[in-house]
């Protein structure tokens, strides 16, 4: 029999608006009543466990559209370099390296880090392909954790290391068999970027992921010098090329957009694909500021992602909230560019707390010195909270977080492994920072 769970004196959030106080009630994974104001006794006797959300704000848990756990073992390394100077320099050489091991750990660390934060469904754009047993490995840390994820498997079929297109088709064959309507974990297509994938896959891989109910997840446009690279081989800007190929649709993922001209934004629109924004990574690494301010008022899908660790340096999402409305303001010089009920709306990828939605939530103590006293709760939220100030996380009703500390893993042993098994990673990668 499922567990019913009930929790009260909370502020919930519910399409765009507050219920303060409010209250609602768990059954069987599912939200099965929200309401305004305090429950009844009987409503609280007759439930298996309460819950005290006084000075909460109770929400949906944040998704992060994109993110590299791999990277969770490579945080700090951007160090002035730009982009493709940072992959070729650092990233490349780290990642092929890893172990299947170092793989799992990595994994487990990114996603303990992203639940810690309140996240309950992250995009894994999972780049150390080396062995399906590394794929494996990242699938069995996030099951162990208990988040939703999407394993984006990352391919290229040109440039450094390339892999044959029949192999690609076949390994995501497979990952695809293992996913059904209870899986905690799915599978993606995660080409990594147009310049390292020829149009016939991505066109091939595509379908695919089609066909099994998935999407295209792929870095498009983050620096200027990527724009070009396409122009230069194609005549075509990167978003122009995709929607020749037929690849721009509702299962399309746009990640960075950061350098799209006003067609190639109308292009997301009307193909209805979905770009994920990152810009604190955008940030670190000088490639810009994306002009979501623009698609947003195109009506351009829009989510955040935290990127890797690499290049952020933290999973923190509330943290990545406040740094997109601060860039969208700055960079435009206009304090409305990007409102605080926006950059909210796309953390939580529009999602709601709502009769029969899932019981994905998450809980953030606004009785702090950071955010009190509270005059407004998105704003306390997007401007003040941080990914320390989440008290509890659950998905599907079970509870993976509360009080601050996790049910399914030993943080501080998880940590000491981590710190033991990089030493050794560096090691066999020649690397010494």
């Not at 099965?32 to 000075?55: M, N, R, W, Y």
């Not at 290229?156 to 297109?165: I, Y």
């Not at 955008?282 to 994306?290: H, K, P």
């Amino acid at each position: 029999m499922s567990k019913k769970i009930l929790i009260h004196n909370g502020n919930i959030y519910q399409s765009d608006e507050w219920l303060s106080p409010g209250y609602l009630t768990i059954e069987g994974g599912k939200i099965k009543a929200v309401q305004t104001g305090h429950p009844e006794q009987e409503a609280l006797a007759q439930a298996d466990q309460v819950i005290d959300a006084s000075g909460m704000a109770v929400l949906p848990g944040l998704v992060n559209g994109h993110s590299h756990f791999s990277q969770s073992f490579m945080r700090g390394l951007a160090g002035n370099r730009p982009l493709l100077q940072w992959l070729k320099e650092l990233i490349w050489p780290l990642q092929s390296s890893f172990s299947v091991e170092e793989m799992y750990l990595s994994s487990l660390l990114g996603l303990a880090e992203n639940l810690r934060g309140g996240v309950t469904y992250v995009v894994d754009h999972h780049k150390i392909t080396h062995s399906p047993q590394h794929t494996e490995a990242v699938k069995r840390a996030a099951e162990e954790i208990g988040i939703r994820c999407t394993i984006a498997r990352a391919w290229s079929d040109r440039g450094n290391k390339p892999e044959s297109g029949a192999a690609i088709l076949d390994e995501m064959e497979h990952w695809y068999s293992q996913q059904n309507l209870e899986s905690i974990v799915t599978f993606a297509s995660g080409p990594l970027t147009p310049w390292r994938a020829t149009g016939e896959l991505m066109q091939k891989t595509h379908a695919q992921a089609k066909k099994h109910g998935s999407f295209t997840h792929v870095h498009v446009s983050e620096t200027r010098e990527e724009v070009e690279m396409t122009l230069n081989e194609t005549g075509l800007r990167p978003v122009t090329w995709l929607d020749q190929l037929g690849i721009l649709d509702e299962h399309a993922q746009i990640v960075h957009a950061v350098w799209v001209d006003d067609s190639e934004i109308d292009l997301l629109r009307d193909r209805n694909a979905l770009v994920v924004h990152c810009p604190v990574s955008n940030a670190v690494l000088g490639s810009g500021i994306a002009p979501i301010g623009k698609m947003l008022q195109r009506d351009v899908r829009l989510r955040l992602g935290t990127d890797g660790s690499a290049s952020n340096d933290t999973q923190d999402c509330l943290e990545n909230t406040k740094m997109t409305i601060c860039l969208a303001r700055a960079g435009h010089q206009d304090a409305a560019n990007v409102s605080n009920e926006q950059a909210l709306r796309m953390s939580l990828s529009d999602r709601s707390i709502d009769v029969g939605t899932d019981a994905d939530l998450m809980m953030v103590n606004l009785n702090t010195l950071r955010s009190a006293p509270v005059h407004d709760l998105t704003s306390a939220l997007t401007l003040c909270a941080h990914s320390e100030d989440v008290d509890t996380v659950m998905v599907a009703g079970e509870i993976l977080m509360q009080n601050g500390k996790l049910t399914r893993i030993d943080e501080e042993l998880l940590i000491k492994e981590c710190i033991s098994a990089l030493d050794i990673l560096k090691k066999r990668a020649g690397i010494d920072t």
